[in-house]
């Protein structure tokens, strides 16, 4: 696993039984790895190899499990248990991205698909850990780039700056990780120690990257099938951080601050809208009114999900989300997911919120990538979190 060149090294390990009666189990020293398959050599002649043979050992942090689910239906239930799996497999000392190779952990890859991790495990205790690593993490340099939040957290290359250092919707996990706690488990100790940390991310936004309250995020959707404007994300990303901030102001006694991050949440939402919402097509395109292209799921998702739609638009932009999902289909017949780290997790809220759990069932049905039914098949190599280019990189 891992990969040659600037992505890495390659590890390679081998294990030689000893041949004695009855099991013998090994684990390599001071890592961990995901796999697929596991080659087995040098077998006695007609020995037949089972399943059995060989057992992986899993490993992952202690989380209690917080719920479980079966159904009647096996393909929902295999789904289920695939996403259960990669969870565990990236809930280690931090939360990771991938279990086989960059192990990294990347704020957004754990507050995007929050909604489904914590009905899995309980993370009341776990999150307020990753809160000390995302305050770890946060620039208290005396240059431009005070209040930035790296784009991993633990930190220890690429710095604050760049495409992979200065990202909104990475960074502002140290605001979305204490409304988190206070939203599943009822916690404001959090968000009250770390009020000022909070504060200033927000500050560093408003003074370094928005610019008449629109930001632009280098990363867009990352690894979508179709590509989001970075303007979209970014000022989405600007908005649902004021607003949790603007909760948690309240909910601390900062009350002259949440009227202030009220106001500006209203501005935000205002701008949003006047440079992505087309009024003639009725949906968010990446120039609104100026244009035509854009129009992908993740743009009128993150819309719905947010809150950000205009007063009497919310039926129009969720018949185009659900126009654009079944149209979505480039390696066979739709209906297909196209939104990526950003765009998934809103897109599949949208309909749910929108009581189209019609779509939901239709989209869980297909086998041609990009889809569940994809990861499923016995013949997929290494099925990752690139899997709309085709080029998978990792298992997740």
């Not at 991790?117 to 990753?130: F, P």
């Not at 930190?155 to 960074?171: L, P, T």
């Not at 970014?234 to 951080?241: E, F, I, K």
């Not at 701008?271 to 009128?300: E, H, I, K, P, V």
Request: glycine residues 12%.
């Amino acid at each position: 696993m891992g990969g040659g060149g600037n992505r890495g090294r390659d590890l390679f390990n081998t294990y030689t039984t000893a041949g004695t009666p009855g099991d013998e189990s090994w684990a390599p020293d001071f890592t961990y790895f995901g796999m697929q398959w596991v080659q087995v050599a040098g077998l006695p002649e007609g020995y037949v190899p089972t399943k059995d043979t060989v057992t992986g050992l899993r490993v992952q942090a202690s989380t209690p499990v917080a719920g479980e689910v079966t159904t009647s239906n096996a393909r929902v239930n295999r789904i289920h248990t695939m996403a259960r799996y990669s969870f565990a497999g990236n809930v280690m000392s931090v939360f990771t991205d991938c279990p086989g190779r960059e192990k990294l952990s990347y704020p957004a890859d754990y507050t995007m698909p929050m909604g489904a991790i914590h009905r899995n495990d309980d993370l009341d205790a776990y999150l307020r850990t990753t809160m000390r690593h995302l305050v770890e993490g946060q620039s208290i340099a005396d240059t431009p780039m005070a209040g930035n939040v790296a784009l991993k957290t633990p930190v220890y290359d690429w710095g604050y700056s760049g495409r992979f250092g200065d990202e909104i919707n990475w960074g502002n996990a140290i605001v979305l990780v204490p409304a988190m706690l206070y939203e599943l488990y009822g916690d404001t100790d959090v968000m009250t120690r770390y009020y000022d940390r909070m504060v200033d991310f927000v500050d560093y936004i408003q003074r370094q990257k928005a610019v008449g309250n629109i930001v632009d995020a280098a990363l867009a959707d990352w690894v979508s099938a179709e590509q989001t404007s970075g303007r979209i994300t970014g000022t989405w990303g600007w908005y649902v951080t004021v607003t949790k901030l603007a909760m948690m102001a309240k909910l601390t006694g900062h009350d002259a601050d949440a009227a202030t991050y009220t106001t500006l949440a209203d501005d935000i939402r205002a701008a949003f809208n006047a440079a992505f919402y087309n009024t003639t097509l009725r949906r968010y395109t990446a120039d609104g009114n100026a244009g035509t292209t854009g129009a992908t799921q993740a743009a009128q998702a993150l819309a719905l999900d947010a809150g950000l739609v205009p007063d009497g638009e919310r039926g129009a932009v969720l018949d185009a989300l659900v126009e654009l999902v079944y149209a979505f289909h480039p390696n066979g017949t739709g209906p297909h997911f196209s939104g990526g780290t950003i765009g998934m997790a809103p897109t599949v809220r949208a309909l749910a919120d929108g009581g189209r759990d019609d779509v939901l069932w239709d989209l869980l049905q297909p086998d041609d990538q990009p889809s569940y039914g994809f990861f499923m098949a016995p013949t997929v190599a290494n099925p990752g979190g690139h899997d709309h280019h085709g080029g998978a990189v990792e298992p997740r």
